[in-house]
């Protein structure tokens, strides 16, 4: 896998918030790569809880993702819930459309639309669910160029998302959540830090 990803899409469904938190802790404050989060949750969800768990956890900023908001590097954006996210060149865009393996935000749309618009400095990441969502858009991620990564399903609350990810792109990256955020941290590197 090369350096220098500007981009990290990570999609998380069942048991995601505990390990999208380790994730976040373990990047560092410089960490050079913006990343983009869709987590199912219910439409009822609390509009800020998860990105305030999230932010508690992490050394980077984390906000709620609004839409033709600017990717910025160093910057973690949390789809809002019962809106897909989508990455286009340099910004982001949220949909009320019909939601996507029963989910809205859906992992494919928020995955396929980080390829299209990032192909080769993109890298695609797939954590804990209990449906397929995700494996589609991390095969598109891999198509055009990009990197995947996938939480070992033996240590995910629920492994039939990773699995599902893993039947689509065999030659994925497979990692255990404490490894996550440092191999991370090696494909998308600091940022340097003025003198």
Same mark, same amino acid.
């Given at each position: 896998?090369?350096?220098?990803?500007?981009?990290?899409?990570?999609?998380?469904?069942?048991?995601?918030?505990?390990?999208?938190?380790?994730?976040?802790?373990?990047?560092?404050?410089?960490?050079?790569?913006?990343?983009?989060?869709?987590?199912?949750?219910?439409?009822?969800?609390?509009?800020?809880?998860? *990105?305030?768990?999230?932010?508690?956890?992490?050394?980077? *900023?984390?906000?709620?993702?609004?839409?033709?908001?600017? #990717?910025?590097? /160093?910057?973690?954006?949390?789809?809002?819930?019962?809106?897909?996210?989508?990455?286009?060149?340099? *910004?982001?865009?949220?949909?009320?459309?019909?939601?996507?393996?029963?989910? *809205?935000?859906?992992?494919?749309?928020?995955?396929?639309?980080?390829?299209?618009?990032?192909?080769?400095?993109?890298?695609?990441?797939?954590?804990? &669910?209990?449906?397929?969502?995700?494996?589609?858009?991390?095969?598109? #991620?891999?198509?055009?160029? /990009?990197?995947?990564?996938?939480?070992?399903?033996?240590?995910?609350?629920?492994?039939?998302?990773?699995?599902?990810?893993?039947?689509?792109?065999?030659?994925?990256?497979?990692?255990?959540?404490?490894? #996550? &955020?440092?191999?991370?941290?090696?494909?998308?590197?600091?940022?340097?830090?003025?003198?």
């Amino acid at each position: 896998m090369k350096r220098g990803h500007d981009l990290v899409a990570i999609g998380a469904s069942w048991g995601g918030l505990d390990v999208l938190r380790r994730i976040m802790a373990s990047l560092p404050a410089e960490f050079a790569g913006a990343v983009v989060i869709a987590q199912h949750r219910s439409a009822g969800s609390h509009r800020t809880a998860f *990105r305030d768990l999230l932010g508690a956890a992490a050394r980077l *900023r984390v906000r709620e993702a609004g839409d033709k908001d600017e #990717i910025r590097p /160093g910057t973690v954006y949390v789809a809002p819930p019962d809106y897909h996210l989508l990455v286009d060149p340099g *910004r982001m865009s949220l949909s009320t459309d019909a939601p996507v393996s029963y989910a *809205r935000p859906s992992i494919d749309v928020l995955l396929e639309s980080a390829a299209e618009s990032y192909r080769d400095r993109c890298v695609g990441v797939v954590l804990t &669910g209990a449906n397929s969502d995700g494996a589609r858009g991390l095969a598109r #991620i891999v198509e055009l160029g /990009g990197a995947a990564i996938v939480q070992d399903p033996g240590e995910a609350s629920r492994g039939e998302m990773p699995r599902a990810a893993l039947d689509a792109v065999p030659a994925a990256r497979v990692a255990k959540a404490s490894e #996550i &955020g440092p191999l991370l941290t090696e494909l998308c590197g600091v940022a340097k830090v003025p003198a």
